[in-house]
Every structure is written in structure tokens, then in C-alpha cells.
């Protein structure tokens, strides 16, 4: 898998949109890039993953850029509830018998 | 909903203990692993198994074994437990390349 960089930690306001960046510079053309959050105390939960289009689901968005070399999250309207640390994490599809492997992400904590 | 459920949210044993930590997922899904997750260090990989019986050794697996008897069932079993072990223990399981997490199970050795 594909090594990635997240910066340690940022802050946001409640209310404004979140958006969390995320280099791949050695992403290979069949790796996808997942992300997933934890809030503290919890196991880590599935957000979002894509391959080069952007993705959008009830949780987040997902923006690619064109090169495929870095993406960023975006929490539309941050809560104090997505307090949590997000990880990126690229790998190829079907690899569910290949663990994952977790960085140290980055801490977001949404401030009041 | 996938679900991975795991039996005890908050275990104390004693040093010495043989200690069992079960995981259960219901969605048939042939891959399941065991983590722990320690402050500063992030979440290790103990063991994982991609099908009944079959399992493999991941970063940390001294002190642990695990069991799968029974698709939706991984056990880790900690055969003496020491107070290095005190740790948030995660079960996940994965179809592809999506997982989906337990709770956790919070360990304490005393």
C-alpha cells in the first residue's frame, strides 16, 4: 500500500466545513483511497473511499485531484461530534485479506 | 449494517489469567483481525485470518493466539496475561477492502 501524509492535527468551527488533506505521492493506478475516523474511545469507522472521481455520500466528500496524488475530506458542516482523529489510507480494492494499516491520522477537533 | 460486536466492553483480570476477548460479525465476511490500540503507538495488527482456521501472524503477536473455529467467530486469547497487555483491544472484520470495526474492549491486567 501506498505511503500517506496527513498533517498531526487541526481545528475547526462548529458549523464551517472541514476539510482534511492528505498526500499519496506513490499511489498506484488500481489503489484506492479510503478514509476513516475515530472517535476517541470507539473503533475506527469507514467514511469514504475513491479512486479518482470525487465521491460524495451522507457522511463527507471525497475530492481527488486529477494526478491522484492528494486528496482531502470534506466535512461539510463540522459538529462537535466529529471530534475525532481521520485517517487516510490507500490500498488496492480487493485487498480485504491484506490488514490495514494505520498512520497516526490527523486529530480534528470542531470547536464551539 | 455490518456489525461486529464484542463481548465485553471493559475487562479486569489478573496477571497469570488466561483471557479470552470473542468477536462476532454477521455479514459473512471471510477476513477478520485483531488490533490494539496503546496511546502514542497507534493501532497495531495482533493476528488476522482470511478464512476458517487459517491465521497469520501480524506486528505483535508474542503473548497472543487466536481461534477460528466458526467464520463469523475470532477469538484472541491471551494464554498468561501480563500487565503489558492493559490496552484497547479491536476486532474488525472486511469482505473487500472496507472494514468495519468492534466497540473495542478496554483490558485492564492487574
Known amino acids: 500500500d501506498a505511503k500517506t501524509t496527513q498533517p498531526p492535527s487541526m481545528d475547526c468551527a462548529e458549523g464551517r466545513a472541514a476539510n482534511l488533506p492528505c498526500n499519496h505521492s506513490?499511489?498506484?493506478?488500481?489503489?484506492?483511497v479510503y478514509w476513516y475516523r475515530q472517535i476517541h474511545s470507539q473503533g475506527p469507522q469507514y467514511i469514504i473511499h475513491?479512486?479518482?472521481n470525487n465521491e460524495t455520500n451522507e457522511m463527507a466528500s471525497l475530492i481527488i485531484t486529477e494526478d491522484r496524488k492528494s486528496s482531502t475530506l470534506i466535512l461539510p458542516h463540522a459538529t462537535l461530534r466529529d471530534t475525532a482523529v481521520y485517517y487516510c489510507?490507500?490500498?488496492?480494492?480487493?485487498?480485504?485479506?491484506?490488514?490495514?494499516?494505520f498512520g497516526k491520522g490527523t486529530r480534528l477537533s470542531v470547536i464551539a | 449494517d455490518v456489525k461486529v460486536t464484542q463481548s465485553s466492553r471493559y475487562l479486569v483480570k489478573r496477571t497469570g489469567e488466561k483471557v479470552f476477548l470473542e468477536c462476532v460479525q454477521d455479514m459473512d465476511h471471510e477476513n477478520m483481525f485483531w488490533y490494539r490500540q496503546d496511546p502514542g503507538l497507534g493501532l497495531r495488527l495482533i493476528y488476522f485470518s482470511y478464512d476458517v482456521k487459517m491465521k497469520e501472524k501480524g506486528d505483535i503477536p508474542e503473548g497472543y493466539s487466536v481461534s477460528r473455529e466458526k467464520k463469523e467467530r475470532f477469538s484472541l486469547i491471551l494464554e498468561s496475561a501480563s500487565t503489558n497487555q492493559t490496552s484497547m483491544y479491536l476486532c474488525a472484520s472486511s469482505l473487500d477492502g472496507g472494514y468495519t470495526f468492534g466497540s473495542g474492549t478496554r483490558l485492564t491486567v492487574v
Open positions: 489510507i490507500v490500498r488496492f480494492r480487493n485487498s480485504g485479506n491484506t490488514p490495514l494499516v
Open positions: 506513490t499511489i498506484s493506478g488500481n489503489e484506492y
Open positions: 475513491g479512486l479518482k
